[in-house]
């Protein structure tokens, strides 16, 4: 069935050096993707999203990139602090009316 | 605005009972989700609705049954809990149009 995946359960990087979280997805679809960022004991927050439309799209301190040609999907932060440590999951649905589908979740480990 | 409010935050229940866990938000979002988030998986749709008196199921709408009377309240009914519905569960609301989904913050729940 379709789905989306995550290829590394954990990511541990040094604080100040930049964070890449990838993503795969299956669902040709999709047209919709977002990143969540989950703090311990709290509900997934909103961090970026991307339609399929763009291959790029840039916030303050992180960046998605999509590739459709091989349904990849990146979240990048720079200069990643501690307060980055978290789960993130990325998320994609095929539109407007479509369920939200959520990839397994990768925690981001930040080293002092 | 308090966004999206769940109650209660935990409960630990006994083999066969039920319950209703309490989901609001005060945003006028007529869509609106239950997950549930398991140890290593990534959240897994329960029930959705996209407006009062509108519900569908998710990937694992069995033992759970909801209802849509108002745009603000979503509860998800447990008929007969079981121990593999120990979880934390998550009610999200969005409105049409805007695809990412605002979180409450969950109900972990127990059932031993």
């Known amino acids: 069935g379709e789905s989306v995946g995550l290829h590394l359960p954990t990511l541990s990087v040094q604080e100040g050096d930049n964070s890449i979280i990838n993503c795969a997805y299956s669902n040709s679809a999709s047209d919709y993707f977002i990143w969540y960022k989950q703090e311990s004991g709290k509900g997934p927050q909103f961090i970026i999203d991307i339609r399929s439309n763009m291959d790029k799209r840039q916030g303050q301190r992180v960046t998605v990139l999509l590739n459709k040609t091989v349904k990849h999907l990146s979240l990048q932060i720079a200069a990643t602090q501690p307060g980055d440590s978290a789960v993130y999951f990325c998320a994609e649905t095929a539109g407007a009316n479509s369920k939200l589908t959520f990839g397994k979740g990768i925690t981001l480990s930040v080293r002092p | 605005n308090a966004g999206v409010t769940q109650t209660p935050k935990f409960q630990v229940l006994k083999t066969g009972q039920s319950m209703t866990l309490q989901c609001a938000q005060d945003m006028n979002h007529e869509y609106m989700s239950w997950y549930r988030q398991d140890p290593g998986m990534g959240l897994r749709l329960i029930h959705y609705?996209?407006?009062?008196?509108?519900?569908d199921q998710g990937e694992v709408p069995n033992g759970y049954n909801v209802s849509r009377s108002t745009t603000e309240d979503f509860p998800l009914r447990l008929l007969s809990a079981a121990p593999s519905q120990t979880s934390v569960y998550f009610c999200?609301?969005?409105?049409?149009?805007?695809?990412?989904?605002?979180f409450g913050s969950g109900t972990r729940l127990t059932v031993v």
């Open positions: 609705s996209v407006g009062a008196g509108i519900t």
């Open positions: 999200a609301s969005r409105a049409p149009g805007v695809y990412g989904y605002t």
